[in-house]
């Protein structure tokens, strides 16, 4: 799970795992990376030109190459093996742009990788869980569209 810039790194361990070596001498380097499920909140996925420039800056430099680009534009690196992931935005996020989650769930689609993407009208970026007062009615309702959708995968009761 992760938000923002750290959808960024959640979304990376999605595309960019190892599926590990069964025959290495490492126990460890025999266990893949893949996670079972990915989780991401007003990610930022592409480094493209719907990118969170701070973001890129910071993660690729000033300069980067055409391929750091792209191998670090998430979007592009969905396979059939990435795994099911709930993706949630806000349309008036004016920091990352909520094309991040359109391409990213656009990709997992052509994929055939199951996906819950749900994008809200109203949210400024940082949303987190809506509410620092732990009653759960006064909470974004992505937090319940996350249960009803961890139930659906069969991740809880």
């Not at 790194?9 to 893949?32: C, M, N, V, Y």
């Not at 701070?54 to 000033?62: A, D, Q």
């Amino acid at each position: 799970m992760g938000s923002s810039a750290g959808g960024h790194l959640s979304s990376t361990l999605l595309t960019h795992f190892d599926s590990g070596k069964p025959d290495a001498e490492d126990r460890i380097d025999r266990q893949s990376s893949r996670p079972d499920l990915g989780i991401l909140c007003y990610p930022v996925i592409t480094m493209g030109q719907f990118t969170h420039q701070g973001s890129k800056n910071n993660l690729l430099g000033s300069e980067p190459s055409s391929d750091l680009v792209r191998e670090l534009s998430n979007e592009l690196q969905v396979t059939r093996q990435t795994p099911p992931c709930f993706i949630w935005h806000t349309e008036e996020d004016s920091a990352v742009p909520v094309e991040n989650s359109l391409q990213f769930a656009e990709a997992l689609r052509k994929a055939r990788v199951p996906f819950d993407l749900h994008i809200f009208q109203k949210g400024a970026h940082g949303l987190g869980l809506g509410s620092h007062d732990w009653d759960l009615s006064k909470r974004h309702p992505w937090t319940a569209d996350l249960a009803f959708w961890l139930k659906v995968q069969g991740w809880t009761h």
